[in-house]
Structures are given as C-alpha cells and as structure tokens.
C-alpha cells in the first residue's frame, strides 16, 4: 500500500486562503541577549495542519508556547481569531487557552492520578463539575478516540509511551478545542507507534475539524500530516509551503535538514585528528 501525505500548494495568504485562526507579527523572543525568534510574521490556517520543523534549538517549541501565550514576546504581536491576546491579563488569557489543546513533548501526565483523572483534570480546572457522570462519558469519548476506551482506572507508569502519549492527547481535546498544538508528539516512539500519532493527528483534523500545529524533526510525519511545512533556522522562516515544495527547495540548509546530512564545516571538525589526552587514566591505574 502507497503511503498517501497531504498535497496542497504553497500557502500564502489572500482571497483563496482559508481564514487565519491564530497570527504572530513581527514576533521576536530574547532570552538575555540570545535572540530565538527573529521578527516573524505568519499566520495559521483554520483547519489546516501546519507543521514546524527545524534544528533543535532553532526556536520551534518557543513559537508554539507563544500562540498560546505560554511565553510573551519580547516585541511584536500574538493574534486569535482577529484579536490581540499577547497583552491580556492571565484571566482573560485562560479562557481563550481553553479554546487551545496542548499535546507535551513527554505527555505531561500526573503519575499519581489515574488516566481518567489526568483526562478530566482540564475540565474540573475550568468548570464547577456538577454532574460527574457526564465527565465519566467525557472521559470514556476521548479515550475511545484515541483508541483506549477501557483504560481509565490505569496509572501512567503502568502504560506504554505510545500509550501515555495517546492520554496526554485525549487530555488535550478534553474542553473540545478549535486549535490543537503538538509539540514532537512521536519523539521516543518507534516508527509503528509514530504512525498511529499521525494518523490521530489527521483523524482529529477530519472527525473534529481543528486546527493543529505540529512540532517536529520526523520528516516522515512531517510529510504525512501536513498541509503547510514551515522551516525555521537560526530564529527566522527559512522556507514555507507544502511537502513538494520542502522536499524540493533550493536552500542546501533546507537540504541538509530534511536529508539528514552533516554539513561539510562539521564534517570537517569532526574528521580532524586528535590525541588522547595525558591526563587520561586507564583501568590498570586503579589496581591495587
């Protein structure tokens, strides 16, 4: 069977454009005097899959934190749905972040609580329960879309990652948001288990309508998932469009990215001879 990826055209915005649903302008993020994000402006298709790929270290997990205003930029502007939420106070800020999920790098769940607990911890958060049932069937929806119906009297240690992760994101659709962020859903898992976190990815897209951003180095996924693919390198966008566009692009740092390939600097720091130091011992120096 041919493993089908999404095929769209390179996005920019206009008329034919779907909607943005979140925006960043002229966003730039310093931590000291270390510039991340370097005067980026972009905006998130509603009900797209757009994916950030890049070197780590390149400010990917930086710029999603900020769509929810997880971090505050050092300048520019964060915008959802035509309204400025960078400036808000953090009352105001929780209730649009429920319109938000967040899928962890590590899933993020409460070892102490069962699976039900951690699934339901957003929603007893955010709203007076009053009827528990109805959270029980909250609970046992989520779980089912994420293939673990049955599993909610189960503690995180006692599941797999592949496991943990699919929690952490029937969690993260919880309060039934309109923007899911994944930041490296499939780090960790082997290629198996990465697959069914595509292919969750893509059912939530289909089945919920979201809009998801996707944090990755998995090209594979990459491919997979995304509608748009945006390259980041050194704190700026280095190269925006779909999976042909990326896997064609003339820039060699977009090359090297997506192949895998060493550049030829380090390549040559590493190949340079060296002797071992002096200084170092040898298991027989410790013999009595």
């Not at 119906?149 to 309109?178: C, H, M, T, W």
């Not at 090297?256 to 001879?273: T, Y």
Request: proline share 5%.
């Amino acid at each position: 069977m041919v493993e089908q990826t999404k095929n769209d055209k390179k996005q920019e915005p206009g008329p034919a454009s779907p909607p943005a649903i979140v925006e960043v302008r002229h966003l730039t993020k310093r931590f000291g005097k270390k510039v991340v994000l370097d005067d980026i402006s972009l905006f998130i298709a509603k009900g797209r899959t757009t994916v950030v790929i890049g070197p780590s270290g390149c400010g990917k997990t930086v710029l999603i934190k900020h769509m929810l205003v997880l971090l505050r930029p050092s300048e520019g502007e964060v915008h959802f749905e035509d309204r400025r939420i960078d400036d808000l106070s953090e009352a105001e800020l929780s209730r649009v972040r429920t319109r938000f999920g967040y899928l962890f790098q590590e899933g993020a769940l409460f070892d102490s609580m069962t699976v039900a607990e951690n699934i339901s911890f957003p929603i007893r958060q955010h709203y007076k329960v009053k009827d528990w049932r109805a959270i029980e069937d909250v609970v046992k929806s989520k779980l089912a879309m994420v293939g673990l119906d049955g599993f909610q009297n189960s503690y995180p240690a006692n599941l797999s990652g592949g496991q943990r992760k699919r929690v952490a994101l029937a969690r993260a659709i919880a309060l039934n948001p309109e923007v899911i962020l994944y930041d490296e859903p499939t780090t960790g898992l082997d290629p198996i288990r990465s697959d069914i976190i595509n292919e969750l990815v893509l059912k939530l897209e289909r089945e919920l309508g979201v809009t998801s951003v996707v944090v990755t180095h998995d090209m594979k996924s990459a491919y997979k998932v995304g509608d748009r693919i945006i390259m980041l390198h050194n704190g700026k966008v280095i190269a925006d469009g779909d999976a042909d566009y990326i896997r064609n692009h003339p820039h060699p740092i977009v090359q090297q990215f997506i192949n895998g390939q060493v550049s030829e600097d380090d390549l040559a720091v590493l190949r340079m001879a060296g002797a071992a130091s002096a200084a170092q011992f040898l298991p027989r120096d410790f013999d009595s």
